[in-house]
């Protein structure tokens, strides 16, 4: 068991009003630290350059910048982009759904300080009926996105081009189709096919990954699966030859006991079940390598991923179970027991301080797996580290890094 750990920087926040009088006077920078929350994009700077270029993940909603300042007095920072917003870091506000105070286009950053430049909108935008008619979301989701974060420091300003490409130039390359459930619903799926695909070619069968979308992908058009979060989209991004199947669970009956791909008790929803009958369609009509067939999820996603596993563990090679939620210590040690000894290679992802799904999820499923001596990797974040929008968003650092993506296409299931 390998376990993984994300440790953050932690910077007190010295909240100083902006309109004090230090804020006139420029101050000396002479280091700059960043984190963008996919952990993907670096900034090596040095004080003698003024102008920087960085390209962060598409699915990228903040970039944490740390100044080392020198002297009397602040930086002054501002920021431009279609939804860029700047925010002091305050590390005494524990309260992850709402981390920050409103944010500005312009700050003046003290020593000790640290600052969010924040870019939601993107993934905010509401779907117009001509997207929807497209199978696409709104206007702002289909183009790259600039921002320009400016350092006004004593005698010297400093320029950091930020570069947030979009998503289309992948999620265009899924087909969208639908599957009819047993009572008649039509359920959209997504399917990505490598372009080179060849149905005849015994030596090229291909694996294939089943992504399973969280519980905010239910009230809007499938195509969210694809534009919302980048996880199907991922193994596309990286050219992996791979088929991609992205349905969609549009169960919206929050009352129900099941609204989800399954329930807490991992019995599968109509949509669970449709989501199966989808993957056995593919792997019955394409060129499949059957020893090679994953499944991941996030959230509502992770609960779907257990359900797999627990109702077809013969199937799955890996899997990525990403803030997954379930009925509990029994319920986990069921499911321990259930896909022992059937050569599942698991992936487990959450952070400690999860405000949507509780770690104790986690908690209960690395318990029962140890006890049942299954083995499993894990990546979990720890509870001093910040995400954004919150910590519920672990997907995000880690489908976006490839050796990720290559681990779980690397695992292959024995006879």
Sequence with gaps: MKTITKLALVFTALMIPASCAMAEERATLSGLEMVDVARSAELDFDASVTEYDLTVAEDNYAVKFTPIIEGEGTIKVTAKGLDALLTIVDESNTDSENPDEVGQESLEIAAGQAFYVTMTQKRLAAISENDVNLGRCAEGLEVDQDYIVTLETAGQTYTINLHRPNSAQWAEQFVRYQWELADGKQQDYWLYVPEDYDAEDAQKALPVVLILHGAGQRLSDSSDVLYRYMMATTFVKYGKEVIVIAPQCNNTDHDASVFGWADRDLAYSEFGEGAFAILQDVIANYNVDEKRIYVGGCSMGGNGTLAMLYNHPEVFAAAIIDCAYHGGEEVAASFAEKIKDQDIDLYI???????????????????????????????????????????????????????????????????
């Design 349 to 415: 992802v959450h952070a400690e301080h999860d405000p949507q799904v509780a770690y104790e999820n986690t908690v209960f499923l690395r318990a029962a797996l140890d006890a049942a001596d299954v083995p499993y990797e894990a990546m979990i974040f720890s509870a001093d580290e910040f995400f954004r929008p919150d910590a519920h968003f672990t997907w995000t650092p880690f489908f976006d890094h490839e050796e990720n993506i290559d681990w779980l296409l690397a695992q292959v299931k024995n006879d």
